[in-house]
């Protein structure tokens, strides 16, 4: 059920100036499922929204979601096991940079895409800086919600 709530709202990226949001907020029914039935439910849920998603999706938001945004609920709730603070930050900024990373390669791949526009590297590097304040954000409104829905 929750997988099919979370491909409903993944339709929904459709919509002008949503597109990269949709998955972040299709990733807390992933949430719900993890709180409510176990990591393994989480990824049962993840794999058949992501597979839903694939056939109907808006291109960038199921890459958002396949890539990241769907799973990581799931590496939050493993991470989040660890006694100590630091490893859980590291590796959760080492998995997002991984996936960011990858993907932009495999694009720049499939693409030819080379250097960004007229700031080269340098808007490689702030743009990835950029992605990392809303990873951090995205983070800390995953764990509130999780911590309301708990409530």
Same mark, same amino acid.
Do not use: H
């Given at each position: 059920?929750?997988?099919?709530?979370?491909?409903?709202?993944?339709?929904?990226?459709?919509?002008?100036?949503?597109?990269?949001?949709?998955?972040?907020?299709?990733?807390?029914?992933?949430?719900?499922?993890?709180?409510?039935?176990?990591?393994?439910? =989480? @990824?049962?849920?993840?794999?058949?929204?992501?597979?839903?998603? %694939? !056939?109907?999706?808006? +291109?960038? &938001?199921?890459? $958002? *979601?396949?890539?990241?945004?769907?799973?990581?609920?799931?590496?939050?709730?493993?991470?989040?096991?660890?006694?100590?603070?630091?490893?859980?930050?590291?590796?959760?900024?080492?998995?997002?940079?991984?996936?960011?990373?990858?993907?932009?390669?495999?694009?720049?791949?499939?693409? =030819? @895409?080379?250097?960004?526009?007229?700031?080269?590297?340098?808007? %490689? !590097?702030?743009?990835? +800086?950029? &992605?990392?304040? $809303? *990873?951090?954000?995205?983070?800390?409104?995953?764990?509130?919600?999780?911590?309301?829905?708990?409530?």
């Amino acid at each position: 059920m929750l997988g099919a709530l979370a491909t409903v709202f993944m339709l929904t990226a459709y919509f002008p100036y949503i597109t990269y949001s949709v998955p972040l907020a299709a990733s807390v029914f992933v949430m719900i499922a993890v709180i409510e039935s176990g990591k393994r439910w =989480g @990824l049962f849920t993840y794999v058949v929204t992501a597979a839903l998603t %694939l !056939l109907f999706a808006e +291109l960038q &938001a199921k890459l $958002i *979601f396949v890539c990241f945004a769907g799973f990581y609920p799931v590496l939050k709730a493993i991470f989040e096991g660890f006694r100590s603070r630091i490893p859980e930050f590291v590796l959760k900024f080492v998995t997002f940079n991984f996936c960011v990373i990858t993907v932009y390669l495999l694009f720049a791949q499939a693409f =030819g @895409l080379s250097e960004m526009s007229d700031f080269g590297v340098y808007g %490689l !590097l702030i743009l990835l +800086l950029g &992605a990392n304040f $809303i *990873f951090l954000i995205y983070d800390v409104i995953l764990t509130r919600l999780a911590s309301f829905y708990m409530w």
